[in-house]
């Protein structure tokens, strides 16, 4: 009988124990920072806007343009506050084609072998265009065994499932076969745009974008990583979508495609002046190419409705940014998660 | 595939209880490894849930549904514990050992993929 007793206490605090452990483990998943500063009606706006695509949230920074006229909202952030751009990264490498146009460096139909280490391989044939356009017939990434399985081993850590080097790039490109020259998002093509940009410069991407683009625009704040340790001290990390934590991304030799950081105020300084015809290689915003149910797309940039836009993602940041030249209303939308920001970039386009 | 991991975590979760508690042959464990390999399961897959799950979508307070049936399996083992051998009886003690040991790579999979 005491025997019983004994095994029914042991018993019940094993269920205790293992009830303790699972309360102290009970997620917490980021929520969107009561800390909020900017413009009263846009802060309501975005939260009416974002309560219809709930998940996780933590810093957010919007901004509203108008003409002249910027409205922001942040929680939890400044406008000095840095984020991930992810793909709006490749806005910057279509600007850089267009600028080197302009240049006399490159033509749109120079050739990605004449520039890059690619033999007489298929992708050697491709087009500066064709990779601005996602036209290329290149696929959105090299495929392989090992890439297959490092990217979802990268995935389920919250680790950055790039970083390969420059020749390691030219051998994946040297390695794929060419599809149906239609558009296909490729973040491949936009890496080897980008460091064939580079060395037609006869310099690396990270200083070609600071030369041409953002330090032209002021963009202080803005860079374009290639390994963690060319972070800024201090650079954030952010949440996937699940509120896991995520680790930085910057990409190594596919940077071009996604890696640059900013802020809300360079992002609104890059933003308007592309609205307003004053950036560097702004001709990349024209749409010269249909894409899909995107619409159209210039070097980068997609036209849809009337709304020229790019959005981004990595693992622990979204972005969205966009302008209408008609109704001069701009919008830039950064966020530290990996919740879709799309909806919200869109809805805060229509015109009031 | 975020939410398949909590079904998963449910799933395991709900197998540990009834192989704690049941004596029907297609659940009750035939030996104290399997019984702590089924909780150790269940344990993984919470693992998993907690990190796949997109907990900013759903209320975190689920997590607490799996988690008791963890602990009602616990609770359920250790009453069980004295009326089971070590090792299944008739098979072949490698056999049990390399059963342990594939569960244990798996749980070392699922630590270094989702913990740290």
Excluded at chain 1, 126 to 155: D, K, N
Excluded at chain 1, 208 to 228: F, I, K, N
């Amino acid at each position: 009988m005491r025997r019983q007793k004994k095994l029914l206490v042991a018993a019940v605090a094993a269920a205790v124990a293992v009830v303790a452990l699972g309360a102290a483990a009970i997620p917490r998943p980021p929520s969107l920072s009561a800390e909020v500063s900017g413009d009263d009606a846009l802060v309501a706006e975005v939260r009416a806007l974002l309560a219809e695509s709930p998940g996780a949230r933590d810093r957010l920074s919007v901004a509203v343009i108008d003409g002249d006229e910027v409205r922001t909202a942040a929680f939890g952030a400044t406008d000095a506050t840095e984020y991930e751009i992810g793909s709006v990264t490749k806005t910057i490498t279509g600007s850089l084609l267009a600028e080197a146009i302009d240049r006399g460096e490159v033509t749109a139909d120079t050739a990605l072998g004449d520039l890059l280490d690619l033999g007489d391989s298929a992708a050697a044939s491709v087009t500066l265009e064709e990779l601005a356009t996602h036209s290329s017939g290149l696929p959105r990434l090299p495929v392989s065994v090992g890439s297959v399985v490092s990217s979802i081993v990268a995935s389920y850590r919250g680790a950055d499932p790039y970083g390969s080097t420059i020749a390691e790039l030219e051998a994946d490109a040297r390695g794929v076969a060419l599809g149906e020259k239609e558009f296909l998002y490729s973040n491949l093509g936009v890496a080897l745009l980008g460091q064939a940009l580079a060395a037609a410069a006869d310099t690396d991407y990270p200083q070609l974008a600071e030369e041409r683009v953002l330090g032209p625009l002021g963009m202080d704040d803005s860079y374009v990583p290639t390994s963690p340790a060319e972070l800024r001290a201090g650079a954030p990390t952010g949440y996937t979508a699940g509120g896991r934590p995520s680790d930085a991304w910057t990409l190594g030799a596919d940077a071009p495609a996604g890696s640059a950081r900013s802020t809300l105020a360079d992002m609104v300084a890059y933003t308007t002046a592309q609205r307003d015809g004053s950036a560097p290689g702004v001709s990349a915003t024209e749409p010269i190419a249909a894409a899909g149910e995107s619409g159209e797309i210039g070097f980068a940039w997609l036209t849809t409705d009337g709304v020229t836009w790019h959005n981004g993602a990595t693992g622990g940041f979204t972005s969205w940014i966009g302008f209408d030249r008609e109704s001069g209303r701009a919008v830039v939308v950064l966020n530290n998660t990996g919740g879709n920001v799309d909806d919200l970039g869109f809805a805060l386009m229509e015109v009031e | 595939m975020e939410y398949i991991s909590g079904f998963v975590a449910f799933a395991f979760a709900a197998a540990f209880v009834a192989s704690a508690f049941s004596h029907r042959p297609s659940f009750a464990p035939r030996s104290r490894l399997e019984l702590v390999l089924t909780g150790l399961d269940a344990a993984a897959a919470l693992v998993l849930a907690r990190a796949m799950m997109p907990w900013g979508e759903v209320s975190p307070l689920l997590w607490l549904v799996p988690v008791a049936a963890v602990a009602a399996g616990a609770f359920g083992t250790v009453l069980r514990w004295a009326h089971l051998p070590g090792l299944r009886v008739g098979r072949a003690r490698w056999r049990s050992v390399l059963y342990g040991v594939l569960h244990l790579a798996m749980y070392a999979v699922v630590l270094f993929l989702f913990v740290g």
